[in-house]
C-alpha cells in the first residue's frame, strides 16, 4: 500500500488536501498538508509525507472513548479512508 503512495508522493509540487470524512456522516473535514520543505524524491522525504498524513488523518478523525468498540472501529476506519483519500490525491496530481 505505501509503496503505491511513495511513489505517488514524489510528484506532490507544494501541498496535499486531504478530505477525511468524520464518523456517522458529520460533516466532511478537508485540510492542507504542506510539502514544500520535502525532497519526495528521497526515501527520507517520503517517509515524512506519510507521517504527516498519518498524523492529520489521526486529528482529522479524531478519537473514541477506550471502552467503545463500535466508536473506535469507526475511527480506524475513518483514519484508513483518510489515508486511501491521500493516496488518491497524490495519484491525481501526477
Not at 473514541?64 to 489515508?83: F, N, S, T, W, Y
Amino acid at each position: 500500500m505505501f509503496n503505491r503512495f511513495a511513489i505517488a508522493a514524489a510528484a506532490i509540487a507544494t501541498s496535499t488536501t486531504l478530505i477525511a470524512p468524520t464518523v456517522d456522516a458529520k460533516p466532511v473535514t478537508t485540510v492542507s498538508i504542506e510539502t514544500g520543505d520535502l525532497d519526495l524524491r528521497s526515501p527520507a522525504g517520503r517517509k515524512a509525507l506519510r507521517e504527516r498524513v498519518e498524523r492529520v488523518a489521526v486529528e482529522a478523525c479524531g478519537k473514541a472513548h477506550p471502552i467503545d468498540l463500535q466508536g473506535k472501529r469507526e475511527v480506524r476506519q475513518c483514519r484508513a479512508h483518510a489515508m486511501l483519500l491521500a493516496q488518491d490525491v497524490i495519484r491525481r496530481r501526477n
